[in-house]
């Protein structure tokens, strides 16, 4: 089994400032895929950056950068710069075989920015 | 279609009552999956499929809920007898090949039984 775990219910942060939203995860899975979505008031989710279990190297985005700590099991999602449409819920999820199978997600982190 | 598209977007169900959700994938998408997202949490697997056959159901929560794909591209998932514990927000994703963050999710169906 596996599961996601995101221990900030809510975050606030100035507009243009750094954040960086907590996600630790626990499977006994060797090969799997690390998610994070946005899901902002309108319900859909947004696809924003993916890991894999044997990617060395930190995955980004544009503006979005996943820290990646295999052996402390952590999958941190940092925004750089952030804008006032960041503003949404932020979702970790993963999954077995690189992602070819169903998402587990956590609870989410929902994010305001400050103007 | 350029996106995932769900149908009905908002639906109030009676208690007891039959509902039946609607996801249209993306052309030639092969995988498809269902999630229910209840409020303030994240979403939860229900079930998946590759074409027509579907591969998992495990997440289904009883068996008032069915889904079916029968030609491989729009699905339904039916709610027979609807509960309260039902509410939640149902979303549908589909991926040609769910890897590396292929899927792409619609923007749900919000059910609330009353």
């Known amino acids: 089994a596996q599961k996601i775990t995101q221990t900030q219910p809510g975050m606030f942060v100035q507009e243009k400032e750094a954040v960086t939203l907590d996600c630790t995860y626990d499977t006994s899975d060797q090969s799997y895929g690390l998610f994070w979505y946005k899901q902002p008031s309108s319900g859909e989710m947004i696809f924003l950056i993916y890991q894999g279990s044997y990617d060395e190297q930190n995955a980004t985005e544009g503006r979005y950068s996943l820290n990646f700590q295999k052996a402390r099991k952590s999958a941190n999602l940092v925004i750089s710069a952030s804008q006032l449409g960041d503003s949404a819920m932020y979702f970790c999820a993963m999954s077995p075989n690189f992602g070819n199978e169903k998402l587990t997600f956590g609870t989410g982190t929902r994010l305001t920015i400050i103007p | 279609g350029a996106g995932v598209s769900q149908s009905p977007r908002y639906k109030v169900a009676k208690r007891g009552q039959d509902v039946a959700l609607r996801c249209d994938p993306i052309?030639?998408?092969?995988?498809l999956f269902w999630y229910q997202q209840a409020l303030g949490q994240g979403p939860e697997f229900l079930t998946y499929?590759?074409?027509?056959?579907?591969?998992?159901k495990s997440g289904l929560p009883s068996d008032r809920f069915f889904a079916e794909r029968p030609e491989g591209s729009v699905s339904t998932l039916k709610i027979q007898r609807t509960q309260q514990e039902d509410s939640a927000v149902y979303l549908c994703?589909?991926?040609?090949?769910?890897?590396?963050?292929?899927?792409?999710f619609g923007s749900g169906t919000r059910l609330t039984v009353v």
């Open positions: 499929f590759q074409n027509e056959a579907q591969l998992d």
């Open positions: 052309s030639g998408h092969v995988s």
């Open positions: 994703a589909s991926s040609l090949v769910p890897r590396g963050g292929g899927y792409t």
